[in-house]
C-alpha cells in the first residue's frame, strides 16, 4: 500500500490541495488549518503545480516537508498527525521513471533546439516558459500589457505569475495524459528553484554553454516562420581561436524557401535588450546553476559547435547515443 504522511508543519499548506488530490477525509481540517491556508499567498499558483506535478509521479511516497519549510514563516512543529492513502492515478509501470530534466543556458544558447529535440526522443512534453509567455502575449489576455512591458525590457517576469502559467500548462498537458518533462527556461531563479525542488524531483539539469561573444549574435539571428513556427538563425558564427580558446563555427540553420518570405523576429531579440537579457541572466540565473552544481544533478555541456555536432555530442554525454529513435528525433 502506499502512503503519504503528513506532519503538522505542512498541513496548513497542504490540507486543500490534499482533500482535491488524495480525497482526505474533512476530520484533518480543523478551523485553524483552512484560515492558514487561506493566508498562504503561495497557496493558489504552487499549490496547483504542486498537484500537477505529483499526480504525474508514480513514486510510493512524497516528501513533502521540504517544499513547506521553504514557504512557511512560522509552521506548527508538532508530531505526524496521519497517514492518508493516495489514489494515484496510475501504476502503470510504462510510467516510472520518466524523463524530468530541465535545460538552463543562456539567451541565445539553444536550450529551445535541443529540448524540443531531446523531448521528441524521450517522449516527453518540452515545457518552454517563454513560449508560455509569448503565448499570454498573443492571448491579449489581462496579463499581456503587463507582460508586453516586462519581455520588451528583457527582465523577468514575476515568479507567481510564471508559476501559474506553468501550472496551467502542466494542467492542460495532464488533461491529455501527459507525464515527465524537458523544462526549458524555467527555473531561473533561486526562488523558482527552490519551489520546483519542494514539488517534484528534477533527476538532471543540462547546463547548455556556449562563448559570450556567440549569443548576442545567435539572439540576433534567430527568426521563426510566421506561418509554420518553424525557428531558424540567419547567423554565421566564425570565432577564430585566441587565447587558448579553439575555433568556433556555427552555420546558419536557413529556412526552406517556402518559409524564407514569411519570417518574423521576437520584440525582444534586439540588441539593447538581449544585452540585458544577458545581464539578468548573470544576476538572478547564474545561481540557479550553483544551487543544482551543489546537488549533483548539474550537467555541464559546452556546445562543441553546430547543430549537427552539438547533438550528436548531447547524445553520447547522456548515454542516448543508441537510441533506437535517435534518428528520426534528429530529423
Ligand atoms: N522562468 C521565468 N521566469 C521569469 N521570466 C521568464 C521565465 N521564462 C521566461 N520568462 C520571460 O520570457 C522571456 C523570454 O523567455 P525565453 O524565450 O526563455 O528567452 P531567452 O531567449 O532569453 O532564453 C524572458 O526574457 C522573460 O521575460
Not at 513533502?64 to 494515484?88: A, E, H, M, N, Q
Not at 502503470?92 to 536550450?111: E, I, N
Not at 523558482?192 to 545567435?218: F, H, M
Not at 552539438?310 to 543508441?322: A, P
Request: net charge positive; proline share 6%; hydrophobic share 35%.
Amino acid at each position: 500500500m502506499k502512503h503519504v504522511v503528513l506532519a503538522t508543519d505542512v498541513r496548513y499548506l497542504m490540507t486543500l490541495e490534499l482533500i482535491s488530490i488524495y480525497k482526505v477525509q474533512t476530520p484533518l481540517l480543523d478551523s485553524h488549518t483552512v484560515s492558514a491556508c487561506f493566508r498562504f499567498t503561495y497557496s493558489d499558483t504552487t499549490m496547483a503545480v504542486l498537484s500537477r506535478l505529483l499526480r504525474a509521479k508514480t513514486t510510493s511516497s512524497y516528501t513533502i516537508r521540504s517544499f513547506c519549510s521553504s514557504y512557511t514563516s512560522s509552521p506548527p512543529s508538532t508530531s505526524d498527525i496521519g497517514v492518508i492513502t493516495p489514489s494515484l492515478p496510475s501504476n502503470k509501470s510504462s510510467d516510472r521513471g520518466k524523463v524530468q530534466w530541465v535545460f538552463l543556458g543562456c539567451p541565445g544558447v539553444g536550450k529551445g533546439t535541443y529540448a524540443s529535440r531531446l523531448s521528441k526522443l524521450v517522449a516527453v512534453p518540452h515545457i518552454a516558459t517563454g513560449d508560455l509567455v509569448r503565448d499570454e502575449l498573443s492571448s491579449k489576455g489581462p496579463l499581456s500589457f503587463q507582460l508586453t512591458e516586462i519581455v520588451n525590457q528583457g527582465k523577468l517576469v514575476p515568479d507567481e505569475i510564471i508559476i501559474n502559467l506553468l501550472s496551467k500548462r502542466l494542467r492542460v498537458g495532464e488533461a491529455k495524459g501527459e507525464s515527465g518533462f524537458i523544462l526549458d527556461g524555467f527555473p531561473r531563479t533561486i526562488r523558482q528553484a527552490e519551489i520546483l525542488e519542494g514539488v517534484t524531483d528534477i533527476d538532471l539539469v543540462i547546463n547548455l554553454k556556449l562563448r559570450e561573444e556567440a549569443l548576442l549574435a545567435k539572439c540576433l539571428g534567430r527568426r521563426t516562420c510566421s506561418q509554420c513556427g518553424g525557428n531558424y538563425n540567419i547567423a554565421c558564427i566564425d570565432i577564430k581561436a585566441d587565447h587558448g580558446n579553439p575555433a568556433m563555427y556555427m552555420p546558419p540553420l536557413l529556412p526552406p524557401p517556402h518559409c524564407a518570405s514569411k519570417l518574423i523576429t521576437r520584440s525582444d531579440d534586439t540588441e539593447q535588450v538581449v544585452k540585458e537579457r544577458l545581464r539578468i541572466y548573470n544576476e538572478k540565473s547564474r545561481p540557479v546553476e550553483e544551487f543544482y552544481r551543489i546537488r549533483g544533478k548539474l550537467l555541464e555541456f559546452d556546445l562543441p559547435g553546430g547543430i549537427p555536432e552539438s547533438w550528436t555530442k548531447l547524445l553520447q554525454v547522456l548515454n542516448l547515443d543508441d537510441h533506437e529513435d535517435t534518428r528520426s528525433a534528429a530529423a
